[in-house]
């Protein structure tokens, strides 16, 4: 399924699944995120792009309230989630990634996805758990991992596999949280031209169902997979739409794109 066609599939009115309103903040006398409306509809997949230095990763940072906000409000799914934890977000269905791959390298694939589910099931704060507990997460593992394309990797060391592959293996211990709202920092960054079209293929086969936003400086990927663009440009919002509006405008191209952008 393209972006197109998920486009279409649209209802005329999405519900917002995130929405910020005057999203600010300031370090000292440095403006990082200056007055930031966002609303991202419900079952798409929204990107954030804009030139180094633009605030797309602060702007993550706010959405996921690892950072403070100065002033403005951000709701999820109708709440106000403004002065929540992170943790209390990831309770409420929301889960970054980040630009690092952030895996357990000497567990295996299983196990790193297996501490994922224990999380979700409330066993990640009981120690000395007996085998069998551990063993009833078997079925959602290996699901996870066939989901990922990984289920012939399951028993090797993260440490030993590719980049790729553990991106991959990071899209599986997110996608176990069971998160309705998916916030994805650079997912194809470092990563061999080789990799980047499977793991494309499994965020778009990840959105089914859930909403996606994902920073990303690859266009290609963002034309192929995002429904819609926000582009930021020194912590506020230059532009907004979809990526044929988006490359068509000529603020946009001359700031960002650049002129070769076909």
């Known amino acids: 399924m393209t972006a197109h066609d998920r486009t279409l599939q649209q209802p005329v009115a999405a519900r917002a699944a995130l929405s910020a309103r005057g999203l600010s903040k300031r370090f000292g006398d440095f403006q990082a995120i200056d007055d930031v409306t966002l609303e991202v509809a419900e079952g798409t997949i929204h990107a954030l792009i804009g030139p180094n230095g633009a605030g797309k990763s602060t702007l993550f940072g706010l959405l996921t309230k690892f950072i403070p906000p100065t002033s403005g409000t951000i709701t999820l799914g109708g709440t106000d989630i403004t ?9 409420q269905g929301m ?3 980040f ?10 694939l299983r196990d790193n996805v297996r501490v994922a589910l224990q ?17 009833a997460l078997n079925g959602e593992v290996d699901a996870l991992l066939d989901k990922v394309g990984l289920s012939d ?12 592959r553990k991106r991959a293996l990071e899209l599986a211990t997110t996608l176990a949280l069971d998160p309705q709202v998916m916030l994805l920092d650079e997912p194809m960054a470092g990563m061999a031209s080789a990799d980047i079209g499977t793991i494309a293929d499994l965020i778009r086969r990840s959105g089914e169902g859930r909403t996606i936003i994902m920073v990303e400086h690859n266009l290609d990927v963002v034309e192929d997979l995002c429904d819609r ?8 919002v230059l532009a907004e739409g979809s990526f044929d509006e988006i490359r068509a405008s000529q603020e946009v191209r001359e700031s960002y794109m650049g002129a070769g952008h076909d």
């Open 83 to 91: 002065r929540f934890k992170p943790e209390e977000v990831v309770r």
């Open 95 to 97: 889960v970054r990634s």
């Open 99 to 108: 630009q690092i791959s952030a895996v357990f390298p000497h567990l295996s």
């Open 119 to 135: 999380h979700k099931h409330g066993l990640d704060r009981q120690f000395w758990l007996p085998e069998r507990r551990l063993n």
């Open 153 to 164: 990797l399951a028993g090797r060391l993260a440490s030993e596999v590719s980049y790729g």
């Open 229 to 236: 663009v926000t582009v930021l440009a020194r912590g506020a």
